[in-house]
């Protein structure tokens, strides 16, 4: 029995569905559950989740970890750029803890939704600065000012 147009297009969108949805299950793998921190001496990216959302109440939109590097997307609560400059301070503060606790990462890639015009795109934050300044071997304002170097703008934006 001959097949028509429609039947033959909605093979191909049934085929092409069932595709894409295996696809995103094998994409999906290493997205970072929160998980709530314990005391068993080792921070975990789940932990990290944990803290953003929890402690300090950033809505965390994804968060995976392939290849030693944490990918960490944030809406932004800031409306200016005091504000925003404490939103890195807390993720940077954050990642210290998990690093400083034996994390799995190298570094952490930040990118920010939701900002306000001229406000940063992304940033990165490396651990081997995180380390260092939880040792006391670079300064707070060394750590930051690292990090700040690393942001990126919209053209539009003037810093």
């Known amino acids: 029995m001959p097949q028509d147009s429609s039947t033959t297009r909605r093979s191909v969108l049934a085929g092409g569905a069932a ?6 299950g094998c994409l999906g ?33 994804s968060m995976t970890y392939s290849d030693e590097v944490v990918t960490l ?32 990462s190298t570094r952490l890639e930040a990118a920010i939704a939701d900002r306000f015009e001229s406000q940063a795109e992304e940033y990165h ?15 707070d304002a060394l750590v930051a000012q690292r990090v700040f170097n690393t942001r990126r703008f919209p053209e539009s934006a003037t810093e």
Do not use: C, F
């Open 19 to 24: 595709a894409l949805a295996g696809l995103a």
């Open 29 to 61: 793998g290493n997205q970072v559950q929160k998980s709530e921190p314990n005391q068993d001496g080792e921070g975990t990216l789940g932990e990290l989740r944990w803290i953003l959302e929890e402690t300090h109440g950033m809505s965390v939109t």
């Open 73 to 104: 997307e944030y809406e932004s609560q800031a409306s200016d750029r005091a504000e925003s400059r404490d939103e890195i301070g807390q993720v940077i503060s954050s990642y210290g803890l998990i690093i400083d606790s034996g994390g799995p």
């Open 125 to 139: 934050v490396e651990a081997t600065w995180v380390d260092q300044w939880r040792s006391g071997e670079m300064s």
